[in-house]
Nanobody, 120 residues
Framework: VQLQASGGGLVQAGGFLRLSCAAS????????MGWYRQAPGKQRELVAT???????NYADSVKDRFTISRDTPKNTVYLQMNSLKPEDTAVYYC???????????????WGQGTQVTVSS
């Protein structure tokens, strides 16, 4: 199973970006998917998650600015980021709980990370 993230880049404060992350491989089903970020010198932190039923959860710092969504048949999760701030600068990682074909368990998988830089 692989998670391929894309959509990062350099944007001015107040701008927007849309991140995408697609899971591929021998996938039977995907439950929760999410986005995390890690800024230089800081720990990785949760940005937003979405369950298989569509329930969402956001970090307080991104509420009302970021929107997480998913395309379940495509095993893809998106993060629409609006009103970006310099403090949103970080490497963004996608995460998914995946049950592979022939497996009983869901395992956690991570994408490779995509850089988001917001200039002031």
């Amino acid at each position: 199973v692989q998670l391929q993230a894309s959509g990062g880049g350099l944007v001015q404060a107040g701008g927007f970006l849309r991140l995408s992350c697609a899971a591929s491989g021998s996938i039977l089903s995907v439950n929760s998917m999410g986005w995390y970020r890690q800024a230089p010198g800081k720990q990785r932190e949760l940005v937003a998650t979405i369950t298989g039923y569509g329930s969402t959860n956001y970090a307080d710092s991104v509420k009302d600015r970021f929107t997480i969504s998913r395309d379940t048949p495509k095993n893809t999760v998106y993060l629409q980021m609006n009103s970006l701030k310099p403090e949103d600068t970080a490497v963004y990682y996608c995460n998914a709980g995946v049950r592979e074909i022939g497996s009983t368990w869901y395992l956690d998988y991570w994408g490779q990370g995509t850089q988001v830089t917001v200039s002031s």
